[in-house]
């Protein structure tokens, strides 16, 4: 009787984690990307704000610099906390949980990023507001460093699915970024109900996710492989451009030693950028030119010139995240390799809006059943030889740097044996 009671109250302690954490983050980004929405479209219709980035930088600097300490690390932060369990007793005795200061704390200054014109994603805030926010039950329910690893997990996978709508690339990024050494059947169950369960509450919230399509999908032969192939080893090397530019500003930036002045500094010259070029094609997410990448020609450098914006602006210390400006960096890349490369414009976006995230993240298997997701199946060949390839081509480099630390090498291999055991 007593075993039954212990099982009991193990299930029913994990099905409230998973529901109320679902709960709090699916809404924590559906208030996210509704305000995020609102905020473009102003800004869109008040143009002048862009003057103010500089000072909307210096507010962020400031903000971190007296209260963020301790978590303006951000996704990094999420992913030490994890690998940090690896390597610390079982008990619950000294377990610090993620400050819940870094939910608030990324959720205004994201929004204030994009307000202003800085170049960044969305995913780096929904990450972050659902690790802290699930961490948060780390002392609430006295977990053990084992269950902590789960729930920041599922904290991960319930941002990330409730910010894009693919629940099921969600549940397997936050275990490829987290668990790379060793995947966990416990940690599985959790991950994906989290993803759906944040997903169905974001689209309870009435909160519309970008639709994408490919049009013309060629009959594999042995000419589109090749193709692909050669797609993929540069949209590598477009995710190592992507890298590299980011840790050059990172280097420059670091030589101002008073941390606020960094985004502010910064701020004026994205400013200045924006009013020089008479453009705001290149600052905030990009959707619109995400999408126009699939039907019509797109600029010779729009992939380069958002490398080096969303490069200047996280590196200055702006907020957001990098996922949605690599595909915006893929899908654009891809449009314009349609000048050598005899595959259909929507196929080559596609496959670059995919491949370019798996070769900066290193999160393989992710990228391809998000490009499943929301290309289509019929797609799936072309999407994951490009991913894979792209994967192989940018080396050892990725944007999370804490996971590089930890010793992910070659993390495909890590996965695909860990699925055969299962």
């Not at 400031?62 to 209260?67: E, G, I, L, V």
């Not at 400013?271 to 619109?288: D, H």
């Not at 991913?387 to 944007?399: L, R």
């Amino acid at each position: 009787m007593k075993n039954i009671s212990t099982h009991l109250f193990f299930i029913l302690k994990w099905l409230f984690i998973i529901i109320v954490t679902a709960s709090l983050v699916g809404s924590a980004t559906a208030w996210f990307l509704i305000a995020l929405d609102y905020l473009t479209i102003w800004r869109s219709y008040h143009i002048w704000i862009v003057n103010f980035l500089p000072l909307i930088g210096l507010g962020i600097g400031y903000a971190y610099h007296y209260f963020g300490t301790d978590v303006k690390k951000g996704n990094d932060l999420i992913l030490e906390s994890h690998q940090a369990a690896e390597t610390t007793s079982t008990t619950n005795s000294s377990i610090k949980p993620i400050p819940l200061l870094m939910a608030p704390l990324v959720f205004i200054s994201s929004l204030l990023t994009h307000v202003g014109g800085g170049s960044a994603g969305r995913e780096g805030t929904a990450v972050q507001m659902g690790g802290a926010i699930a961490d948060q039950f780390t002392t609430l329910f006295k977990l053990n460093t084992a269950e902590r690893k789960t729930i920041l997990i599922m904290g991960v996978s319930a941002g990330f699915a409730a910010v894009f709508g693919t629940p099921w690339a969600a549940a397997v990024f936050a275990l490829e970024i987290m668990s790379f050494r060793k995947i966990k059947f416990e940690n599985i169950i959790p991950s994906f109900a989290a993803a759906f369960g944040a997903h169905y509450i974001c689209l309870a919230w009435m909160v519309k996710h970008t639709v994408y399509s490919i049009d013309i999908i060629p009959s594999i032969t042995v000419s589109t492989i090749s193709w692909t192939m050669l797609a993929g080893i540069i949209f590598g090397l477009t995710a190592v451009l992507f890298i590299y530019t980011g840790k050059i500003f990172e280097a420059l930036f670091s030589k101002i030693k008073f941390e606020p002045m960094r985004p502010f500094i910064g701020g004026i010259i994205i400013a200045l950028f924006i009013v020089v070029a008479n453009s705001t094609k290149y600052i905030g997410l990009g959707i619109p030119t995400i999408i126009d990448a699939f039907i019509s020609p797109a600029g010779n450098f729009d992939f380069a010139l958002k490398i080096v914006l969303t490069s200047l602006t996280l590196s200055a210390g702006f907020k957001g995240g990098e996922v949605t400006p690599l595909f915006f960096i893929g899908a654009t890349l891809g449009n314009i390799l349609i000048w050598f490369i005899p595959l259909p414009m929507a196929l080559l976006a596609g496959m670059g809006f995919v491949a370019v995230f798996a070769g900066a993240t290193h999160c393989v298997i992710a990228s391809i059943i998000m490009g499943i997701e929301l290309f289509g199946m019929e797609a799936g060949m072309y999407l994951g030889l490009a991913s894979v390839v792209a994967y192989f081509a940018s080396g050892m480099n990725g944007i999370y740097s804490a996971k590089l630390k930890m010793g992910a090498k070659y993390d495909l291999y890590n996965f695909i044996s860990k699925t055969k055991e299962l």
